[in-house]
């Protein structure tokens, strides 16, 4: 028997995007819901994928990749622009779900004021 390798990226993206496809899928049999609790599901069922939630898929961080003249940019035209570096990670799921409470079960589709 030959020894386990680490899996390599082409095998993780394909995993990931079987999971997001199965995700998809089991929220479109949910004929119960509203299309957008559907749709609410979807994104918090990726945003788990990507905490590390499920056993098939490890945990991600989202690396913002800011173009390198956006900062300019930004200060020229009084902007606010993303920080290199800036990390996004840990409870993605919880922390949208904790907005689409805020939000009332998101309304309008835009799902802010």
Do not use: Q
């Not at 069922?45 to 930004?74: M, N, Q, W």
């Amino acid at each position: 028997m030959s020894e386990p390798t680490a899996y390599t990226e082409e095998e993780l993206l394909e995993m990931f995007i079987l999971n997001t496809r199965a995700i998809a899928i089991e929220w479109s049999k949910t004929p119960d819901l509203s299309p957008i609790d559907r749709c609410n599901g979807v994104v918090s069922s990726i945003l788990s994928l990507l905490d590390g939630k499920t056993v098939d898929f490890p945990a991600c961080d989202l690396l913002p990749r800011p173009h390198e003249e956006d900062k300019a940019y930004c200060i020229e035209n009084g902007l606010r622009w993303v920080k290199e570096g800036t990390t996004l990670s840990f409870w993605l799921h919880e922390e949208y779900g904790k907005r689409v409470d805020a939000w009332g079960r998101l309304n309008d589709e835009r799902g802010y004021d």
